[in-house]
């Protein structure tokens, strides 16, 4: 099977004396808690500052739905949600919206350099960084600010999708080795950066495939283009001299795309968005994540992400280092906070001991009737 992907690899490993590593990466900042205590809201209002105007305005916003509400909602079977958002901190509530496929969709592969690595075939990541540090970016500059503060993570701002980590490899290589049946299922790739999870299953055969991210940049220069040089829009050069070969293959193309929606915003603004997108929405068989668990103040956000839109007999499959130094965040930390909200059970899959330790989870309801 053929990728063609948009992405860069750039961690750095670190030995620490006890053994233990870290990266040399934005989701491991040496940055302390406490700075990133003091200048969280400064970044939050400045985050929802750099939203452009008439993004705010094509946002659809709805009300908080309770899912202890929802009929279909496994919390029924709880004690009851009271003690399901504890008191911390929240993360910045970026404005969610759904972002509509391109009628040029060539024109959304122009300028992006390609490279072969075996078996994949990529856009190299630092010509689109490049090109959009020298152009004049109609909305939020993460790549500017990436480069001004030397981090691929700030918090609030930019969430490091415009690089792909490892963990994501990790998945990937457990679809193929546990034979992951994504045939007919609807597929949320949840953080999705590069979107390699989502395309995966887009590749093998899923119904529907969802693509979320934080940053709106992503989903436009990453992600989109990503999905497209999978898709059999490349084959369509070969057909220039064969009209009615080409009109077929515009119509392949577009059904491919109808499989596929594509998202940005913060992961509770995400919820409001989709669920109210469809009259009766159908929620997802399976919620693709990796190395979304860096930041323990993000955890309720995404606990209640999953609670909301899993279908009953649905499946997380997360990939997640062991430890995020600098940052805080873990599976353990993750496994606990899980735990103390008896909604879901987690079993770990797989653990990678190569380099830095990793571990594939799977989560699924603990009362799914």
Not at 133 to 157: C, T
Not at 326 to 346: A, I, N, P, S, Y
Request: charged share 25%; glycine share 6%.
């Amino acid at each position: 099977m053929t990728f063609q992907f948009n992405f860069t690899i750039e961690d750095q490993i670190t030995t620490l004396e006890d053994g233990a590593l870290t990266l040399d990466s934005p989701k491991e900042s040496s940055a302390s808690e406490n700075e990133k205590g003091i200048h969280r809201d400064r970044k939050c209002s400045k985050a929802l500052s750099d939203v452009p105007q008439d993004h705010l305005l094509k946002t659809t916003l709805m009300e908080n739905i309770d899912p202890s509400q929802d009929p279909e909602s496994p919390l029924r079977a709880t004690n009851g949600s009271s003690d399901l958002e504890p008191d911390k901190k929240q993360p910045c509530l970026r404005v969610a919206k759904e972002h509509a496929i391109p009628q040029d969709l060539k024109k959304v592969l122009e300028n992006k350099a390609r490279e072969m690595l075996p078996d994949i075939q990529h856009i190299r990541m630092s010509v689109v960084k490049n090109s959009l540090l020298k152009g004049n970016f109609p909305g939020e500059n993460i790549v500017s600010k990436s480069f001004s503060s030397h981090s691929d993570l700030i918090p609030g701002v930019y969430e490091g999708g415009l690089k792909i980590w490892e963990c994501t490899f990790d998945l990937l290589a457990h679809f193929t080795k546990a034979k992951v049946n994504f045939s007919g299922k609807k597929v949320l790739d949840l953080g999705c950066g590069s979107g390699l999870l989502g395309i995966f299953a887009f590749k093998v055969g899923a119904k529907e495939i969802h693509f979320q991210d934080y940053n709106s940049l992503v989903i436009d220069e990453v992600t989109l283009p990503n999905l497209l040089g999978n898709s059999t829009l490349d084959d369509e050069e070969n057909d220039a001299k064969e009209p009615d070969v080409k009109r077929c293959r515009k119509s392949k193309v577009a059904q491919e795309l109808s499989k596929c929606r594509f998202f940005s915003g913060e992961w509770s603004e995400f919820c409001k968005l989709v669920l109210s997108s469809e009259e009766h929405f159908v929620k997802y068989d399976f919620i693709l994540t990796s190395e979304t668990i860096y930041n323990p103040d993000y955890y309720s956000a995404l606990h209640q992400t999953f609670l909301r839109l899993l279908g009953k007999n649905g499946r997380v499959l997360l990939a997640s280092k062991a430890h995020y130094f600098g940052v805080g965040g873990g599976v353990h930390l993750f496994q606990k906070f899980v735990e103390e909200r008896d909604v879901f059970v987690t079993k770990i899959l797989e653990v990678i001991n190569e380099g830095l330790k990793r571990y594939l989870i799977e989560m699924t309801f603990k009362y799914p009737s």
